[in-house]
């Protein structure tokens, strides 16, 4: 069903799809048509829509999300870091029914953005540290809003003091 809603929601521009093997100047409709990038991605995707991993998505050694002022979903296949040590998140969102893979020394900077990872997320941290900073010098959200939501159980998690807002559930 899952597969379904998200052809019909591609009519809409509510989902785009990624992957390892798109290209940027596909469409992104579908997974055979996929983006390769996750900016791209984002780009063509309409605010509050979905990122759907086709299989797997490496996030490159050299990577700089950009700014798209949107609140996104990912979902799908497996959202890799393992290759980059940080992640600096610059739009808000909420990453769902996949797997999110991490290497060593793995930072992730929510950047004063809305940074969720539900509970249906499988995380492979490979035995290492996970890092979670959440707030922003420049304070674009009411510290109420600047969250960092976990939703499962981490092994080797460590939140700094500006992410102390980080909420387990």
């Not at 069903?1 to 579908?30: E, F, H, P």
């Not at 893979?101 to 004063?112: D, E, L």
Request: aromatic share 8%; hydrophobic share 35%; net charge negative.
């Amino acid at each position: 069903i899952r597969d379904l809603v998200a052809v019909n929601d591609c009519v809409t521009g509510m989902v785009v799809y990624l992957s390892d093997d798109g290209n940027d100047n596909n469409d992104g409709k579908t997974a055979k048509t996929a983006f390769k990038t996750i900016n791209k991605a984002i780009e063509s995707v309409a605010n509050d829509g979905t990122v759907m991993i086709a299989d797997k998505y490496s996030v490159p050694a050299s990577f700089t999300w950009n700014d798209h002022s949107k609140h996104i979903k990912i979902s799908g296949g497996n959202f890799d870091t393992s290759l980059n040590g940080s992640l600096r998140i610059n739009d808000a969102v909420t990453f769902t029914n996949c797997t999110m893979t991490f290497g060593k020394a793995t930072y992730i900077y929510a950047n004063g953005n809305k940074f969720v990872i539900d509970s249906d997320v499988t995380v492979v941290d490979n035995g290492y540290q996970i890092n979670l900073h959440g707030g922003s010098t420049a304070n674009t959200l009411p510290l109420c809003e600047q969250i960092l939501t976990i939703s499962f159980s981490f092994t080797n998690l460590r939140a700094s003091p500006t992410a102390s807002f980080v909420k387990l559930i």
